[in-house]
């Protein structure tokens, strides 16, 4: 098993900065790596951006380059996404969660993710 807790979430401005952290513990060695998704009311949750602990190759989704940045630190298994010039449609729940499955490392629809954080709220005000 393995724990997710994210934090960091709050109410910011447009155009301000977040960052969100996600702690993990219990079997952390059991992923390949780490993604975060995020979900805004009465829409599907959506993919953000994704880590890979072998290379550390990273992955975004086309509307959060340049944006919003995430990486990791292996010894305080904690994975990060700090988000810059923050859109009031950037508000949502976002999750992280651990890659349990490397069957298809081009995909990154959430079912790949075998472990989920319980989210941390991201409100842009306009």
């Known amino acids: 098993q393995v724990q997710l807790v994210e934090s960091g979430g709050g109410l910011v401005q447009a155009g301000g900065s977040l960052r969100l952290s996600c702690a993990a513990s219990g079997r952390t060695f059991s992923s390949y790596g780490m993604g975060w998704f995020r979900q805004a009311p009465g829409k599907e949750r959506e993919f953000v951006a994704h880590i890979w602990w072998s290379g550390r190759s990273t992955y975004y989704a086309d509307s959060m380059k340049g944006r919003f940045t995430i990486s990791g630190d292996n010894a305080k298994n904690t994975v990060y996404l700090q988000m810059n010039s923050l859109k009031p449609e950037d508000t949502a729940v976002y999750y992280c969660?651990?890659?349990?499955?490397?069957?298809?490392?081009?995909?990154?629809?959430?079912?790949?993710?075998?472990?989920w954080g319980q989210g941390t709220q991201v409100t842009v005000s306009s």
């Open positions: 969660a651990a890659r349990t499955t490397i069957t298809d490392v081009y995909s990154y629809t959430g079912a790949e993710y075998g472990y």
